[in-house]
């Protein structure tokens, strides 16, 4: 069932997950737009997430998103300091200076980067952790993963794992997407955009992520062009074999335990032309985290924290592998 609306305020707001912003020129929302979106949010009873440019935006922007309750997701690198200190969630654009950030142990922060960026420069994660409430780390090109990296990527999640139990051993219970979200999901709980959320773009559409409103207007792959609207404000939404985005309609992912991971459509349809397909690369990586969850797990439990649930050994990566057993 729906439950958030993103509103992506401008076509240079800031990228908050897996795509690029391929707009140079600033491109703000009419203010008429935003305010029926709201209206749209409110009626269908929808928790609003506001993502901002980088920019000062009109007062009278902020009044009317201030009339809802709503999250505000802010890039560090924005000019609006009050914004940029009250954000729900704030996004880190690359490990530089991470050792002079003010992070706040309240906070969420996002950090986007590349995966070679980050099996090259992981170590200065380590403050990160000891110094926010959370942190989401995501890949910005997930399909350069290959399989030479899986040592190193493991290598990497372990050092990153024991600064978390260092982090428990003095009573800060710090959150790492990668890391801590399996210890407690019992179920899938995955990004689950055009099913759980969508998008109002600038253009006064409603797309299933900003992904889908950023894509190569030319890129169709023989399903339609990617950049294809799900609705807009005046019909409301419309999104077409809605069911493929569920769950239950992903063959593998619904038989999968890796609850923690992503499972962007927006990379499933980038990589191998399907919504409900995901990628080797996506799976691996969710595989690799998921193992050393479980053996983070197993050391916390042994220190005398508490998990219900229990993650079994298993001896796949990729469940592409097993699919005629499951
Ligand atoms: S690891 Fe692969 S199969 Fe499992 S939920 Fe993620 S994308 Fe789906």
Redesign the pocket.
């Known amino acids: 069932m729906l439950q958030y609306l993103v509103i992506n305020l401008d076509d240079v707001s800031t990228s908050y997950c897996h795509y690029e912003i391929n707009c140079g020129s600033p491109n703000l929302i009419g203010l008429d737009k935003l305010q029926k979106g709201i209206c749209f949010a409110m009626k269908e009873n929808l928790s609003v997430q506001v993502v901002y440019p980088d920019y000062l935006i009109p007062k009278e922007y902020k009044e009317a998103i201030d009339a809802v309750d709503h999250y505000d997701i802010v890039s560090s690198l924005c000019e609006d300091k009050e914004l940029r200190e009250h954000a729900d969630i704030t996004i880190l654009h690359d490990c530089i200076a991470l050792d002079k950030y003010p992070f706040d142990n309240k906070k969420t922060y996002v950090l986007r980067i590349t995966i070679h960026d980050f099996l090259d420069r992981y170590l200065f994660i380590k403050h990160v952790l000891h110094e926010a409430g959370r942190l989401n780390i995501i890949f910005t090109d997930i399909e350069n993963f290959c399989d030479e990296d899986i040592q190193k990527y493991n290598e990497a999640l372990s050092v990153l794992s024991s600064t978390i139990e260092d982090c428990y051993d003095k009573g800060r219970f710090v959150q790492l997407n990668l890391l801590t979200d399996r210890l407690t999901l019992a179920t899938?709980r995955n990004c689950n955009a055009g099913v759980d959320s969508v998008t109002l773009a600038p253009d006064g559409n409603f797309y299933i992520c900003p992904a889908f409103y950023y894509a190569n207007e030319d890129e169709d792959y023989g399903l339609g062009k990617s950049k294809t609207n799900v609705g807009d404000l005046e019909n409301g939404l419309n999104i077409k074999n809605a069911r493929l985005y569920t769950l239950e309609n992903?063959h593998?992912?619904s038989l999968?335990d890796?609850y923690h991971?992503q499972?962007c459509v927006w990379l499933n349809r980038k990589l191998t032309y399907e919504v409900n397909t995901?990628s080797h690369e996506?799976?691996v990586m969710?595989?690799l985290e998921r193992n050393q969850t479980k053996d983070l797990m197993k050391r916390l439990r042994n220190k005398g924290f508490c998990f219900d649930q229990k993650i079994k050994d298993i001896n796949y990566l990729d469940?592409f592998v097993i699919r005629r057993e499951w």
């Open positions: 899938m992903a593998l992912c999968c890796a991971c499972r995901p996506q799976c969710a595989h469940p």
